[in-house]
């Protein structure tokens, strides 16, 4: 099994020497260690020197040399929408204030799925709307380096 004991930021690593690619969900794109296979098979230990919120494009660099691109997993989310934009800022804070996860794109937040905080959502008027799509939610005051994609709010499968 191989190491990869090296991350770089989308922009920041070859990626015109990977070799292979990682499809990874939004929680085990956030780790320090951990045993991934890569999408050709290929067990390899993840060992970082610290944990990192890993984005769609990073790269991990293998003892080798190699490179494996990381790409983001669709997941169940929720996509949450109101008609007035600036109902949806308070929206955002409600989140923010409950320390949820939560991607923000152009008019749109995303969430995962939780009852309780969509039953709150909906009281203040948002509209739902659940989608398998890649999550990758800020980072915070804490949370390292953040990757702030304009993708648009296409290429989802809705439910």
Same mark, same amino acid.
């Given at each position: 099994?191989?190491?990869?004991?090296?991350? +770089?930021?989308?922009?920041?690593?070859? +990626?015109? %020497?990977? !070799? @292979?690619?990682?499809?990874?969900?939004?929680?085990?794109?956030? +780790?320090?260690?951990?045993? #991934? /296979? !890569?999408?050709?098979?290929?067990?390899?230990?993840?060992?970082?020197?610290?944990?990192? !919120?890993?984005?769609?494009?990073?790269?991990?660099?293998?003892?080798?040399?190699?490179?494996? %691109?990381?790409?983001?997993?669709? $997941? #169940?989310?929720?996509?949450?929408?109101? %008609?007035?934009?600036?109902? #949806?800022?308070?929206?955002?804070?409600?989140?923010?204030?409950?320390? #949820?996860? /939560?991607?923000? +794109?152009?008019?749109?937040?995303?969430?995962?799925?939780?009852?309780?905080?969509?039953?709150?959502?909906?009281?203040?008027?948002?509209?739902?709307? %659940?989608?398998?799509?890649?999550?990758?939610? $800020?980072?915070?005051?804490?949370? @390292?380096?953040?990757?702030?994609?304009?993708?648009? $709010?296409? @290429?989802?499968?809705? $439910?």
């Amino acid at each position: 099994m191989r190491n990869a004991s090296i991350h +770089r930021p989308a922009g920041h690593w070859p +990626r015109e %020497k990977a !070799a @292979g690619a990682v499809t990874l969900d939004f929680d085990a794109r956030h +780790r320090r260690r951990i045993r #991934l /296979t !890569a999408d050709h098979g290929e067990d390899v230990l993840l060992d970082l020197p610290k944990a990192v !919120a890993m984005a769609e494009g990073d790269g991990l660099q293998l003892e080798d040399g190699r490179w494996l %691109k990381v790409q983001a997993a669709p $997941e #169940l989310i929720v996509e949450v929408r109101h %008609k007035d934009p600036h109902q #949806l800022v308070r929206l955002a804070w409600h989140l923010g204030n409950r320390h #949820l996860p /939560t991607e923000i +794109r152009n008019h749109v937040l995303r969430i995962r799925p939780d009852h309780v905080i969509e039953d709150m959502l909906r009281g203040f008027g948002a509209d739902l709307l %659940k989608v398998e799509a890649p999550f990758q939610p $800020e980072g915070g005051a804490y949370g @390292g380096h953040d990757h702030h994609h304009d993708q648009g $709010e296409n @290429g989802h499968h809705h $439910e």
